[in-house]
C-alpha cells in the first residue's frame, strides 16, 4: 500500500517533486507485476521514446533561448 501512496501527492505538482512518481511507477511494476515484466517492459521503453521525441520535436518550434532552457 505504501507503493500506491508514493503515485499521489496530496497538494498537487510541487517543484522537485518529479521523483516520487516516478519512484513508486517503478516500485509497482517492480514488485506487483514482476511475474509480467515481459510485457510491460517494451511498453514502457516505447512510452519512453516516444515522449523524448515529443519532446525534441516541440522545443525545435522554440525561439527564445531562455525558455527553452526553463
Known amino acids: ?7 499521489v ?3 498537487g505538482r ?3 517533486s518529479d521523483a516520487p512518481p516516478r519512484v513508486g511507477l ?3 511494476l517492480a514488485t506487483a507485476l514482476s ?3 515481459m510485457t510491460w517492459t517494451p511498453v514502457v521503453a516505447v512510452i519512453a ?3 523524448m ?3 525534441n520535436l516541440l522545443a525545435l518550434r522554440q525561439r527564445s533561448a531562455a525558455r527553452l532552457l526553463a
Open 1 to 7: 500500500m505504501r507503493t500506491l501512496a508514493l503515485l
Open 35 to 37: 511475474g509480467q515484466s
Open 14 to 16: 510541487r517543484p522537485g
Open 49 to 51: 521514446a516516444l515522449t
Open 53 to 55: 521525441t515529443a519532446g
Open 26 to 28: 517503478i516500485l509497482l
Open 9 to 11: 501527492h496530496p497538494r
